[in-house]
């Protein structure tokens, strides 16, 4: 027998390896895309993309890097907004993102005043039922 027909052949889907230049189209796309996104355009499975990220430090650096950068930007402009031009509702986002909370001023409860007097000329009857039929009220 020769050694080809002892081992047996491997199965299934070849290891993928990201070359430097689809490491830094990741870098550029992770700005925009999804981890699915990227996949798709690199033509691998969402869930081997997953994986080189996690086993691959480089992709996993070039993935957040690229994130991080876009984040930057958005961020620059938020407070561009919020300082320069004077934009209120950005004023607004920036703070509550960093723990301002708007208070509202504590109400006192009203308390409500509600004072019974008969109607003129109309008796008042006591409705409250004798105490043996709160005892057994089947007694009727």
């Known amino acids: 027998m020769s050694d080809q027909a ?11 390896v990201l070359e430097p230049q689809q490491i830094e189209q990741v870098e550029r796309m992770s700005a925009y895309l ?4 990227i996949a798709a355009c690199l033509g691998i499975a969402e869930n081997t993309f997953i994986r080189l990220c996690r086993e691959n430090e480089s992709v996993d650096t070039a993935y957040k890097k690229g994130k991080a950068r876009n984040v930057e930007a958005v961020a620059a402009a938020l407070v561009r907004n919020a300082t320069e031009k004077n934009n209120v509702l950005a004023q607004m986002f920036y703070l509550k993102c960093n723990g301002w909370v708007e208070s509202q001023p504590v109400q006192e409860r009203q308390t409500i005043n509600i004072q019974y007097s008969p109607a003129q000329g109309r008796k008042e009857r006591d409705i409250t039922p004798p105490v043996q039929n709160l005892d057994n009220p089947s007694a009727d």
Do not use: E, S
């Open 34 to 37: 999804n981890k699915a996104q």
């Open 6 to 16: 002892k081992t047996p052949k491997k199965r299934g889907r070849p290891y993928v």
